[in-house]
């Protein structure tokens, strides 16, 4: 076994590059309806503070937003932002857009009622830093809600071909 540490910063350097290489909010619009179960599954409430991790183009933001919420969406590529803030607009939902690295979230501690992602926080190199910020940053007694893909489905299965082929840095989950 390779005891060499995954050097996080030239993983997620290489990751931002290829989210921002596509129109990958093209795909993510595909998606909404995984927002909007999300956010019942979360039971959102009117003027809930909700955080989207590693939003994307904003589905669950949207979704939280539809309801009430007060939103910050956030990502680390500024172009998929960009085009959560113009769905945004066009429904008149008032939802603030943030840069931001879902393993470093720049939010006080019990920031949030809400913390949400769908099919973001899950491609962090980091799992475990991720998860203690979405920790941090949901109050005491606030609720998390993701949505992922599993190793054992369709999309999990799709990821471990590729992966035979373009293998993850040793050491990467």
């Not at 927002?35 to 994307?56: I, P, T």
Request: with cysteine; aromatic share 8%.
């Amino acid at each position: 076994m390779d005891n060499t540490p995954v050097d996080f910063a030239a993983v997620k350097t290489r990751q931002q590059a290829a989210w921002s290489s596509g129109d990958y909010a093209v795909i993510g619009t595909t998606l909404q309806g995984v927002g909007e179960s999300l956010a019942e599954a979360c039971d959102l409430c009117w003027d809930e503070r909700v955080l989207d991790v590693a939003a994307g183009n904003g589905n669950a933001s949207l979704a939280a937003a539809r309801r009430g919420c007060r939103v910050i969406s956030t990502d680390y590529v500024a172009a998929l932002l960009d085009r959560g803030a113009e769905r945004a607009r066009a429904e008149r939902l008032n939802i603030a857009f943030q840069a931001a690295d879902a393993e470093a979230l720049p939010f006080a501690d019990a920031s949030f009622d809400v913390v949400l992602s769908t099919f973001g926080v899950m491609f962090t190199p980091d799992q475990p830093r991720a998860a203690a910020e979405m920790l941090r940053v949901c109050r005491p007694g606030g609720r998390i809600g993701l949505a992922n893909w599993t190793p054992d489905g369709f999309i999990g299965q799709l990821f471990k071909t590729l992966g035979r082929h373009l293998p993850p840095p040793a050491g990467l989950k």
